[in-house]
């Protein structure tokens, strides 16, 4: 059974950092392409950055050189360092899973920013 199990989230003052961890367990980890999403209220669910089997990586325009995916295939967690964050990062934040028609998604983990 694939689990995805996120941690590290909370409350944090405008330009602090936290950083998420997203567990893995039940699947083939490296053969995974992974990635965070948030959904704030009101909102629909985006994604914040992916990070690919071969360490590739990408990150949504709003949180370009403030955020950093990357992956531990040994530990078989993704993590993201979020850092200079805002008010509008608050939402909760999901781990995802990709390997050609299988999906999933951890439970979320909240992340609020505010003063």
């Known amino acids: 059974q694939v689990r995805l199990v996120e941690s590290g989230g909370g409350l944090v003052q405008p330009g602090g950092s936290l950083r998420l961890s997203c567990a893995a367990s039940?699947?083939?980890?490296?053969?995974?392409?992974m990635g965070w999403y948030r959904q704030a209220p009101g909102k629909q669910r985006e994604l914040v950055a992916g990070?690919?089997?071969?360490?590739?990586?990408n990150y949504a325009d709003s949180v370009k050189g403030r955020f950093t995916i990357s992956r531990d295939n040994a530990k078989t967690t993704v993590y993201l360092q979020m850092d200079s964050l805002k008010s509008e990062d608050t939402a909760v934040y999901y781990c995802?899973?990709?390997?050609?028609?299988?999906?999933?998604w951890g439970q979320g983990t909240q992340v609020t920013v505010s003063a």
């Open positions: 995802n899973a990709k390997f050609v028609g299988f999906v999933y």
């Open positions: 990070i690919g089997r071969d360490g590739s990586t």
């Open positions: 039940g699947m083939s980890f490296s053969r995974y392409n």
